[in-house]
């Protein structure tokens, strides 16, 4: 019988194996099963193709077409089969494993896996293209990025000059830049020296001087008549630099700068500028010239080892000679800064320092001393019966008000007369040695770690805040101050004060104070040593009273760590480090006295101490102390607090300012 056509053309285009082992009739080999192509669609490789065309050609039942059928179909499988060998080729490419997995997944047909291993590869290189286009897009933002923020950051820093000139960026409110503050306190600023303006970083410019006094915002413009000079201007560099200060805190709101309050931090910044170490267009913007003060003092305490730093122009540097630059300039500056500040402020030394020292951050510890005169150690007693002239007082045991409150009863109740009688009779007591040992050991119970919520205002228990280290507590050698004379001629009573000194890290806002006021009521025996323990846990919450600022000053900042580093670093630069000393402004037994220590000592005693005792006799404020802690609030001070209570919230009961 005659072979159907198709199984013809199917030997021909897959012959069979040579030495083809005898086995059991089986049908013709089938032609490859169906795969997915390319774009998804399920059809045979050829079978439906070569039965159509078949049958198609006997249909027409003759020879001829036939034989051209016969052709076609031979065409049309010899291009399938050259298909087949193209996809064996590449899946040989791809790796003989990935082709072996393809073709156990679909059957195990020959070049069933071809368009997978196509589609991988298709894959591959797409992603490879994608990362490189990646890569590229990311180096070219990271370039673009750079441009646009150095575009910004000069558009942003043309933006505030062109606003500071034209007066829009306002200077800080609490700076006698600012008109308002000049206006409020009667203050003129005048332009600084020519040279002794900066402009960048390292060069003086002569800008427009014409500043009016107390009219307008200062004008920082610089016009197109002195850009020459400007050209011409020697430069003059800027450098880091440390200034200790010592000042009486009296006549200001405060060492920190303040909106409309005339402190501290005004006055040195109106001296730098005035001085011609701060220029003016960074005047009235502390963070321009990167201002940083080692502590910030209440109102009303003063200062004998305050350290602020900040960056300012080494005005004298074209003046000096190599030989003394060094030694010079900067005794220079400081003597230039005092000639505009007032009487009760000082600037005591000036050093170079590193250029991220930072007053605030390199201190270490610091040490205040507070001031206390004895007869503030009289028993509740003595106390009551030195103000039993006082009339229409009545002790107020539960009661819950606020300093404020409590102030404002004393200047109602006491008066001149008053004071004067309490003085007299309160003057004469001397402290006993049992008294300073009661003292003693009660400064030592807040030395260590405590929590001192109780002796801070806003501060809770489980604020981490309230944690702090006390290094060292104790009280030194009393003094005696010689009283002053009556308007009769007679001489008044001498005045004891003990001083206590105090060395910790940081200190929370009234802390010293109300540590002062818990110890004197342990020595006189108006508190007990257990209720103090109890006011140094977690567990309890107790009313402290606040002794008068008057009498606590800062009396030395330490930068021991930043020595060390200087020291450390010596060898590095030769040990030769002329222009950035040590700050060194401690005594040290056995070492002489360094000039600053000198100049701290000289303000201590000559103006801190002096004014301490004359304005306790003119205002009576530790007397005021006493008939608040004593008379007003018989039993309140060292009570629990409860919910809600006033004087828990503004920080206790006192009788002071």
Known sequence: SA???????????????????????????????????????????????????????????????????????????????????????????????????????????????????????????????????????????????????????????????????????????????????????????????????????????????????????????????????????????????????????????????????????????????????ISKMNFGHPSKYGWSNSARTDKGVHAAAQVVSLKG??????????????????????????????????????????????????????????????????????????????????????????????????????????????????????VTSEQMERLRSGLRLFEGTHPFHNYTRRVTASDASAVRYILSFEPLDPILSPGGLNEDGSKKPDTQWIPLQVVGQSFLLNQIRKMVSAAVDLARGAVSEERIRESLTKEHRVKVGVAPAQGLFLDRSYFELYNKHKVKNAPKHGDKTPDRNELDWVEVEGKDMPAAVRRIEEFKNEKIIPHIIREEAAEGNFLNYLFSQDVLCKHHIYGAIEDGDKSNIDGGVSGGK
């Not at 000079?229 to 303040?258: C, H, M, T, W």
């Not at 000082?346 to 201190?363: G, K, N, S, W």
């Not at 007082?393 to 007369?417: G, H």
């Open 3 to 277: 072979r159907p056509h198709h199984v013809a053309i199917v030997d021909r285009i897959a012959p069979p194996r040579r030495h083809r082992p005898q086995q059991s009739p089986r049908p013709p080999r089938s032609l490859p099963a169906p795969r997915r192509s390319f774009f998804g669609e399920s059809k045979e490789i050829m079978a439906d193709h070569v039965d159509g065309a078949a049958a198609a050609a006997t249909a027409a039942g003759t020879a001829q077409n036939g034989v051209a059928a016969d052709k076609s179909r031979v065409a049309s499988a010899a291009d399938q089969d050259g298909k087949r060998e193209r996809t064996n080729e590449n899946d040989n490419d791809g790796g003989h494993d990935e082709k072996r997995s393809n073709s156990s997944q679909n059957g195990g047909g020959g070049g069933c896996g071809g368009a997978n291993s196509k589609q991988r590869k298709a894959a591959r290189w797409k992603s490879m293209n994608k990362k490189k286009k990646d890569q590229k897009r990311r180096k070219f933002e990271q370039k673009d990025g750079e441009q646009r923020h150095e575009k910004k950051k000069k558009f942003k820093k043309e933006t505030w000059k062109r606003d500071y000139d034209e007066g829009s960026a306002s200077p800080h409110l609490g700076s006698f830049a600012n008109e308002k503050m000049r206006k409020l306190f009667d203050v003129s600023v005048d332009a600084p020296p020519s040279g002794g303006e900066g402009k960048g970083e390292n060069v003086t410019t002569d800008r427009d001087d014409d500043v009016a006094n107390g009219e307008g915002p200062i004008n920082n413009s610089t016009t197109a008549d002195n850009g020459d000079a400007a050209e011409d201007a020697a430069k003059v560099p800027k450098r880091k630099l440390a200034l200790l200060v010592s000042f009486l805190g009296s006549n200001y709101g405060g060492f920190q700068i303040n909106d409309e309050k005339r402190t501290l931090q005004a006055e040195i910044e109106l001296a730098l500028y005035r001085a011609g170490i």
């Open 313 to 430: 122009e080494m005005i004298f540097h074209n003046e000096m000679e190599v030989e003394t630059k060094a030694k010079e300039e900067l005794d220079a500056m400081r003597e230039k800064v005092n000639e505009h500040l007032p009487e009760d402020i000082r600037i005591l030394d000036v050093e170079r320092v590193t250029r991220m020292f930072c007053a605030r951050t390199a201190r270490d510890k610091v040490r205040y001393q507070y001031m206390v005169p004895s007869f503030c150690l009289c028993s509740r007693e003595e106390v009551r019966e030195a103000f039993a002239g006082v009339e229409n007082v009545e002790p107020m045991d539960e009661s819950k008000m606020t300093p404020m409150e409590a102030s404002n009863i004393v200047k109602d109740t006491l008066n001149s007369e008053v004071l004067a009688n309490a003085r007299d009779v309160l003057l004469k007591h001397r």
